[in-house]
């Protein structure tokens, strides 16, 4: 597929390129040996959830966090604190009033001796877009898009920039890029170093999919191309530093999840399809090259590295899984 940006725009991917020199983060990787573990969280007799990690690798578990959030909190573990090691986060929802914001805490064994620490963020109707590192520099970076007249609100948020309760990170106003109240958003790297903020919209048949540089002007344009029928949710697959990200498909249809993994140019790596209706996951899994994906069917998964067609099942621990990678509204 054809690629549309202009010659500026292949000046500012070069330009970060030289700039950029850390890494995107792995997620949910909670011991920090650079693989990504599977969690869950059970709800125990507090009413609150205790957090488990468990390593599809060596099939093991280990406690991460205890009583942090409850069922109506938002789950969004990450790299917030250390860029070796994701920690255990929640976001509570907003209260009545028109100028309350979301509570946004964090708590990991490691830090603090396993203390609770939270700032505020975000307002009712915000989307929090996690898993992302736009900056280069291996902090998890949390994307908060507002809805503004006319415009998108961007905030990206530091949680170590200081433990003020009330620090809401930068500021600037955009044009709409696309409609990403209504498309899907995510975070992409297009040099396998730094991520863009992504907005994925259905042009009839095809797909395409835009990238903003968070606190740059211009959006690249890319084809995806067409897609099997159903109701898409895109989910992005790390190369490694210096090679693009991909963008894995998955659709349910049947009792099975269906996957189609393509590169932004729109050219096919992978297609297949596998038992389960629950969910998918995405991470550094198994071994390189590249993530896998994780395709949930009650407490099994099975993991597939789309590179190498490299295939495993695992029995998780019981409860509700919890993706490091995604998009949530603040309610």
């Given amino acids: 597929m054809r690629r549309l940006f202009s010659a ?24 920090g040996d650079g693989m990504s573990e599977l969690v869950v969280v059970n709800l125990n007799d507090h009413g609150t959830y205790d957090w488990t990690a468990f390593n599809p690798r060596l099939l093991s578990s280990r406690i991460i966090a205890q009583s942090l959030g409850s069922p109506v909190s938002k789950l969004i573990p990450g790299n917030w604190i250390d860029r070796g090691k994701a920690i255990a986060a929640i976001v509570d929802p907003v209260g009545p009033r028109a100028s309350d914001r979301a509570t ?14 939270s700032k505020n963020l975000g307002r009712s109707g915000d989307i929090i877009i996690q898993g992302g590192d736009y900056d280069g520099n291996g902090i998890t970076d949390s994307l908060i898009l507002k809805r503004t007249t006319g415009m998108l609100g961007l905030r990206v948020n530091y949680f170590l920039s200081g433990y003020n309760g009330n620090n809401l990170g930068r500021e600037r106003l ?3 890029l696309g409609s990403p109240f209504r498309d899907k958003n995510f ?10 903020l992504a907005v994925l919209q259905r042009r009839g048949a095809a797909y395409r999919a835009l990238l903003l540089k968070p606190f740059t002007d211009s959006p690249q344009v890319f084809d995806v191309g067409t897609l099997p029928g159903g109701v898409h949710v895109p989910w992005v697959m790390k190369q490694g530093p210096g090679r693009a990200d991909l963008l894995a498909f998955s659709t349910v249809r049947g009792g099975e999840t269906q996957i189609v993994v393509k590169s932004l140019a729109g050219r096919e790596i992978y297609r297949s ?7 998918v996951s995405v991470g550094d899994f198994l071994s390189d090259p590249g993530w896998e994906i994780g395709i949930e069917n009650g407490e099994t998964v099975t993991i597939i590295n789309p590179l190498t067609r490299v295939s495993r099942s695992v029995t998780r621990p019981p409860g509700k899984m919890v993706r490091c ?4 509204t603040i309610k």
Wanted: hydrophobic share 40%; glycine share 8%.
């Fill in 325 to 328: 990678i995604s998009n949530q």
């Fill in 104 to 117: 946004w805490t964090v708590k990991s064994i490691d830090y603090l001796g396993g203390v609770a620490v």
């Fill in 273 to 279: 399809r596998a038992p389960g209706t629950d969910g």
């Fill in 174 to 176: 955009y044009k709409a």
């Fill in 187 to 196: 975070f992409f790297s297009p040099d396998g170093r730094s991520d863009y």
């Fill in 8 to 31: 500026s725009l292949f000046a500012l991917v070069y330009f970060v390129c030289l700039q950029a020199t850390a890494l995107a983060t792995t997620p949910c990787d909670f011991d």
